[in-house]
């Protein structure tokens, strides 16, 4: 039985990202940077995608010997290109690093914001199976002194995979700044005063810890549950407050009142359905809303409601202890039409709506991240989510 060597599969380009105001093109050229009679497989596939798809493109001819190839203690070669023109400046010589990209990233100074764009994008293009080939740039200067290099960005190298035409690529990712640090802020403490209110309102409601047997000095534990859940209601009544004034009065479109109005057009109408089919696995795509979706503004909308009358009940239970008072006495008007017990019992059955709409956010917030992989969590701390460069939501403009 004889057998035959595998044939080795040619490889593709499959577009390319960059970082800086180089087109994916120039990144491209860049890349394909080689001697004339290169037979390695990536110069030759880069110079055939160019001639195939950008034909208007002379590729950069570099001399054998201004190529210091890459090795397997560095995993980047470094090319010399004389007078090469870089995002339209003069013409120079130019160092081009290229290689694995951790290795080329090691080798460059970025922000934090930067690498963490390279790493979406590059990793982006991995799970497709696409390996980024990295491309860094530094200018020679007059006295054969080599600058900084600089990040430009990756090509996406493939083998056995159908090339892709140069501006039909991989989409890029882009961060997307949403919310505001002001909102951020009053998010966290809504969530600090509703978790706060809800442990000592249930304390006060039913003792389940801290009892003394019949007979014995209770101690003033109860008292400091209620000055915990007072006190707190205050700073909640206070951050509902604000909230109402930056509604009417803040510059940013996401912090507007209009913003949670829930279905203030027909389109977003329409589009509720199509999300509510999404969010129960019946669609796999769902409208592309920057802010609040149509289900989620319907649901904030409520939310807000209720939280109000979250806090018109309580100040009602609070108003019982200053009758003397003829303000906190009209305050406390509702208690003559349901009784004390109704309105305890309105202001609980509020709490636990409020936590059936906490887990089911939380789900929902995971799920949405898990999906649609935008960062919608973490963007509640860094004010930013994930979008591809290109995409259209239906409440803002396109992205990129």
């Avoid at 037979?39 to 880069?46: C, E, G, I, K």
């Avoid at 007979?215 to 109860?222: I, K, P, Q, S, W």
């Avoid at 319907?298 to 939310?303: D, F, I, K, P, V």
Wanted: hydrophobic share 45%; glycine share 8%; aromatic share 10%.
């Amino acid at each position: 039985m004889t057998t035959t060597a595998q044939e080795t599969k040619p490889l593709a380009v499959g577009g390319a990202f960059t970082l800086r105001r180089l087109s994916e093109s120039q990144v491209m050229t860049l890349a394909a940077a080689a001697a004339p009679d290169s037979v390695d497989p990536v110069d030759v596939a880069l110079a055939e995608n160019l001639r195939e798809h950008r034909p208007d493109i002379t590729l950069p001819q570099v001399d054998v010997e201004d190529i210091d190839p890459a090795s397997r203690a560095r995993r980047f070669s470094l090319t010399r290109v004389r007078h090469l023109s870089l995002e339209s400046g003069p013409e120079r010589d130019v160092i081009i690093m290229r290689g694995n990209l951790a290795d080329v990233v090691a080798k460059v100074k970025l922000s934090r914001e930067q690498k963490a764009l390279i790493r979406r994008n590059a990793n982006w293009a991995e799970t497709r199976g696409w390996r980024p080939l990295a491309v860094a740039t530094a200018i020679v200067g007059a006295d054969d002194r080599v600058g900084e290099f600089r990040f430009q960005g990756f090509v996406n190298i493939g083998e056995g995979k159908t090339g892709e035409r140069i501006d039909n690529g991989p989409a890029n990712w882009a961060r997307v700044s949403v919310w505001s640090t002001s909102l951020r802020v009053q998010h966290w403490m809504n969530v600090a005063c509703i978790f706060i209110l809800s442990c000592s309102g249930y304390y006060i409601m039913d003792p389940f810890f801290g009892t003394n047997s019949p007979g014995e000095a209770t101690g003033f534990l109860m008292g400091y549950v209620r000055l915990i859940h007072f006190v707190t209601a205050f700073v909640w009544l206070m951050v509902g407050l604000t909230r109402l004034v930056v509604s009417f009065t803040s510059r940013d479109p996401m912090l507007r009142w209009n913003r949670l109005w829930p279905l203030k057009n027909k389109q977003d109408v329409h589009n509720l359905g199509r999300v509510v089919q999404h969010y129960a696995l019946i669609k796999n795509e769902a409208p592309l809303y920057l802010g609040h979706n149509p289900l989620q503004q319907l649901t904030y909308s409520t939310l807000y409601v209720a939280g109000f009358i979250q806090m018109c009940t309580g100040l009602v239970l609070f108003s019982l202890y200053h009758q003397s008072n003829p303000i906190w006495e009209f305050i406390g008007t509702p208690i003559h039409w349901f009784g004390i017990p109704g309105v305890r019992l309105f202001h609980t059955a509020i709490m636990f709506a409020i936590w059936m709409f906490v887990i089911m956010h939380v789900y929902l917030a995971v799920r949405a991240d898990s999906l649609e992989r935008h960062g919608g969590i973490s963007s509640m701390i860094n004010g930013g989510v994930w979008l591809r460069a290109g995409a259209k939501p239906v409440d803002a403009p396109e992205v990129g």
